[in-house]
């Protein structure tokens, strides 16, 4: 999954909200539907196996923006701000591979709405390190958003059992996906002060590189010491060994490789072309599309548990675009 907020931006263009908002769509269209290809997949591959693949793939596509937009000389990034390009770039990877073992072991639905949290922990952040006012409608939200998840992950619990409310939170996949949540509001908080002088494709082919080396790199370790056995659905999507596809399986790689490969180019095309306040909501279209391919390929019905998380997260997030949106009018702070 990959979510982009318009700090990353820095390229002025000429508004076209309709534009904007069909790029928006593709590109979360593209992502989720990656996530649900690779679930499908992630009882035979290792999740390094099948990320190196879309890497190498989106390294040309990554190319060709970047020559018809800002040009090859940009990927010349200077060392003062190459160190911290890399620090982003790996974050964001943790962030991917944690999401992925997170969905290897639970509903897509789920990690979907957990991995919601982002926009929150962002707006947490920022107060703390980037000397941002985080006012009452800020927090208000945050904490509705928080309440939202909480709610999705008690849809197991007892109330004959209060232990089993903080169980929800002590799953395994439920803390891969909160780990990667944090790691992209951590890489996205980043971004902020790098786009200033960086362009976003050019963090984005350098995020990439990362993907293909850390991918390679792990791949050999687990060749040489072989890791696999384990009858944990993450486990074994984190240290299988790489296998040779059958023919029958090539079709859904190359499919994830080229979904993958457009997502992050969408992504920033989309908020290029309008106000991060208008796009933003759009990114909630995620959840469509992950309880659909749920319902239709891997049979997972939400429960009311998960419905209203959801709809309460959503809720927050959209609440917090709309106050920071009202702000910006006013040119003061969301109090």
Not at 143 to 162: N, R
Request: hydrophobic letters at 55%; one cysteine or more; charged letters at 10%.
């Amino acid at each position: 999954m990959t979510m982009t907020t318009g700090p990353d931006l820095v390229l002025a263009h000429r508004d076209n909200r309709l534009l904007a908002a069909a790029f928006l769509c593709s590109a979360v269209f593209c992502a989720t539907s990656q996530d649900s290809l690779m679930k499908y997949l992630s009882g035979g591959y290792p999740i390094h196996e099948l990320l190196a693949i879309r890497s190498v793939v989106a390294v040309p596509i990554l190319a060709a923006i970047i020559l018809s937009s800002t040009g090859l000389a940009s990927l010349a990034v200077s060392p003062r701000h190459l160190g911290p390009v890399l620090l982003r770039g790996s974050l964001l990877f943790a962030g991917f591979i944690s999401f992925a073992l997170a969905f290897a072991a639970m509903p897509l639905a789920d990690v979907v709405t957990i991995y919601f949290t982002m926009p929150f922990i962002v707006a947490a952040l920022s107060a703390r390190y980037l000397g941002e006012r985080v006012g009452l409608a800020r927090w208000l939200a945050i904490a509705a958003g928080f309440l939202g998840v909480f709610i999705m992950l008690q849809k197991d619990s007892s109330l004959s059992d209060p232990a089993s409310y903080l169980a929800g939170f002590a799953r395994p996949g439920a803390l891969l996906a909160f780990l990667s949540a944090s790691c992209y509001a951590t890489g996205q908080m980043m971004a902020r002060p790098l786009s200033r002088h960086v362009p976003p494709v050019v963090m984005s082919f350098y995020q990439n590189l990362i993907h293909l080396g850390a991918c390679l790199v792990f791949a050999t370790v687990v060749a040489l010491v072989p890791m696999g056995g384990s009858t944990d659905k993450s486990l074994a999507f984190l240290l299988r060994t790489w296998v040779v596809p059958p023919t029958g399986d090539l079709p859904i790689i190359v499919a994830i490789a080229v979904l993958g490969s457009f997502a992050m180019p969408l992504f920033s095309m989309a908020y290029k072309h309008a106000e991060a306040s208008y796009v933003a909501p759009f990114e909630y279209t995620a959840m469509f599309w992950a309880v659909l391919y749920g319902l239709l390929v891997f049979g997972d019905v939400p429960g009311p548990a998960t419905l209203i998380g959801a709809g309460i997260v959503i809720a927050a997030g959209l609440f917090m675009i709309a106050a920071d949106r009202r702000r910006l009018g006013r040119g003061t702070a969301v109090s």
